[in-house]
């Protein structure tokens, strides 16, 4: 079974950074898009930041100025580094591969980050 392997998560104060590593299998082909989505108890799960096969990047509002998203292709990982970390970021991440085609995308199992003082 294929999987997206994450790492990174945890515990930070309000005002701290964390980094989001994502490993992405070779063995996915086809792949339109990496990105981060969010879930927070009893919400929605969300778009945190993309990054397209062009390069593009884009980010939610909430999350604009504080998180980028980056990626080594020869790594085959995407990475969020998460500054300025406020108590409304805490959720679960999920890495996720989207693809061309119609295809399935792909989901990691997510990480817990948590913002608290």
């Known amino acids: 079974q294929v999987q997206l392997v994450e790492s990174g998560g945890g515990l930070v104060q309000p005002g701290g950074s964390l980094r989001l590593s994502c490993v992405v299998p070779?063995?996915?082909?086809?792949?339109?898009?990496m990105g981060w989505y969010r879930q927070a108890p009893g919400k929605q799960r969300e778009l945190v930041a993309r990054i397209f096969d062009s390069g593009i990047t884009n980010y939610a509002d909430s999350v604009k100025g504080r998180f980028t998203i980056t990626r080594d292709l020869a790594k085959n990982t995407v990475y969020l580094q998460m500054n300025s970390l406020k108590p409304e970021d805490t959720a679960v991440y999920y890495c996720?591969?989207?693809?061309?085609?119609?295809?399935?995308?792909?989901w990691g199992q997510g990480t817990q980050v948590t913002v608290s003082s």
């Open positions: 996720n591969v989207a693809r061309y085609y119609g295809l399935d995308d792909y």
């Open positions: 070779r063995i996915i082909f086809s792949i339109n898009a």
